[in-house]
């Protein structure tokens, strides 16, 4: 595959993104593989549950948590690499000028709003993690198996946003530079 065909295929962070960005786009790799990793341990739990009449307590909540910090991660993937909704029938009509000052304004809002729902998120990973009394315990969630993956989660989500403001900082910076 030649350069083109993998930006094109949005196998590579922006120019814009910077060196966070590509570490982004490598930390990619791992997330594809909670996808795999989920896809197989579906196909697990079915045989255990149809053929053995033996299913598991562990498969469903695993999938879950697989899938939902890849799904978070996605938002940043897409960020890095430039793969976000946009309106097109205006921004391409644009001068190129003019999509830099867009790009250098979306960016600074996506930035904010990043921020703005990562203090949102400290809220709700404050009650996830520590116990009215002050004790570090991770919300669990209250099923047979009672895996900690709903504290495990919000605290993801928190850092994925905290990453995201810092991507759209990074991304407002370059694109200002850019002449």
Request: glycine share 6%; net charge positive.
């Amino acid at each position: 595959m030649t350069d083109q065909e993998e930006k094109d295929a949005g196998q590579k962070a922006i120019p814009e993104a910077g060196l966070f960005g590509r570490i982004i786009v490598r930390l990619s790799t791992l997330f594809s593989l909670a996808i795999v990793s989920s896809a197989a341990i579906l196909i697990f739990e079915v045989a255990m549950r149809y053929l053995f009449n033996s299913p598991t307590i562990w498969a469903h909540e695993t999938v879950i948590f697989l899938t939902a910090t890849t799904f978070l991660f996605g938002g940043l993937y897409c960020a890095s690499t430039n793969k976000h909704i946009r309106v097109v029938l205006i921004y391409d009509a644009l001068s190129p000028e003019l999509r830099r000052v867009f790009n250098v304004a979306i960016s600074i809002a996506c930035a904010l709003a990043s921020a703005l729902f990562s203090w949102a998120g400290w809220l709700v990973v404050k009650r996830a993690i520590w116990t009215p009394s002050g004790d570090f315990r991770l919300e669990t969630s209250g099923s047979a198996w009672n895996p900690p993956t709903p504290g495990m989660l919000k605290l993801f989500l928190l850092g994925i946003l905290i990453l995201m403001c810092l991507q759209f900082a990074i991304l407002a910076v370059n694109y200002a530079k850019k002449k």
